[in-house]
């Protein structure tokens, strides 16, 4: 687990096990496993689809999110991605914020950057490479799949020009 910003976290699925009972933390669960079956109770393959909770289910201290880390981003629902964003930022002033995924390598780290992206002057907007370059310095193991990675190169420069 690694704080790229003050009071903001990426990690894994055992960094979040380990804080899920403890006071002042607030926990986007960026995995359909196990987190997102286990709030929505589901058995089969997938949620079912007319479920008001199939994309983003909240619960107390957490928002639970169904998300695969697809090779395509057309599997990456962007209502999904600016869900995490804007409940980081509703939450940071007052809690430490983790984001995490199963590994830490590829959603979670793209939704703090992205967080990053829109609401501080922490990276360099000029370019896409720029801007991963500098967050690459504050979160090393960062290495997005195809999905993540794709939705990043159509989306960024819209998180980025909505700077606060």
């Not at 109770?41 to 928002?63: F, S, T, V």
């Not at 310095?137 to 799949?145: D, E, G, K, Q």
């Amino acid at each position: 687990m690694i704080e790229v910003c003050h009071n903001l976290f990426v990690g894994n699925e055992a960094d979040a096990v380990a804080r899920l009972s403890r006071e002042g933390w607030y926990i986007i669960h960026a995995c359909k496993e196990p987190f997102h079956r286990q709030a929505l109770r589901y058995k089969g393959r997938a949620a079912p689809k007319d479920h008001p909770e199939y994309l983003i289910a909240k619960r107390d201290n957490r928002l639970i999110l169904n998300l695969v880390d697809a090779n395509d981003p057309a599997y990456i629902p962007r209502e999904i991605i600016d869900g995490a964003v804007e409940a980081i930022h509703a939450n940071i002033i007052h809690n430490q914020v983790l984001v995490h995924c199963n590994q830490g390598l590829s959603r979670s780290p793209t939704i703090a950057f992205l967080y990053l992206l829109k609401y501080t002057t922490d990276l360099n907007t000029n370019s896409l490479p720029e801007a991963l370059t500098g967050f690459k310095t504050l979160y090393p193991p960062y290495s997005p799949a195809g999905g993540m990675a794709g939705f990043l190169e159509k989306y960024w420069e819209s998180y980025a020009a909505d700077q606060h």
